[in-house]
């Protein structure tokens, strides 16, 4: 099941819950809402780590991390017992939502709508897996508030994304 996002944007783009089990984006939304949330410097925290690995090459040469199989194996069990979420933001920002736009409505499988202001929809988490399972009743995906103060009672259903 595919999730629409059309209307007030520049390009009509389908998001597929399916695949974003294997997005980096994806957040573990078991420990997302208890940990204190940091504002994350992609280039930053990239170039540390590289600047940390040339020096540790330097000093020692290359070698190869001798856990790597160990830590793929933990990496897939990870995977088929977690509990996933994933930002909206990128996906907003890529179907170019217009400037005259002001709100997100979001459609149920039920037939609901939910608005939510354009701001606060950047800010918004689509669950799409429970227990290393897909969403598939009452999905393909759910909506959390950032804060998630509607975790135990999310919005169910999501089908469509419509800018206006």
């Known amino acids: 099941m595919i999730i629409p996002i059309k209307g007030n944007v520049d ?23 208890t940990e204190v949330q940091e ?12 600047s940390k690995h040339w020096s540790r090459e330097i000093m020692e040469g290359a070698t190869y991390p001798p856990t790597l199989k160990t830590e793929r194996k933990f ?11 994933i ?28 608005r939510f202001p354009i701001e606060d929809a950047y800010r918004m988490i689509f669950k799409f897996s429970e227990t290393g399972k897909p969403l598939t009743e009452d999905g393909p995906a ?19 994304i419509t800018i206006v």
């Open 75 to 85: 990496k897939k069990t990870e995977l088929l017992n977690g509990t996933f979420g």
């Open 142 to 160: 759910w909506l959390l508030f950032q804060d998630g103060s509607n975790a135990d009672d999310p919005i169910k259903g999501i089908r469509s």
């Open 39 to 50: 504002e994350k410097d992609e280039l930053g925290d990239y170039v540390k780590a590289t």
């Open 87 to 114: 930002v909206l933001e990128p996906f907003l920002k890529n179907a170019g939502i217009k400037e005259d736009a002001r709100e997100v409505v979001f459609g149920t499988a039920a037939g609901e709508e939910h």
């Open 11 to 33: 390009y009509t783009i389908t998001l597929d819950p399916g695949t974003w089990i294997f997005d980096d984006r994806k957040i573990d939304l078991n420990t997302y809402f």
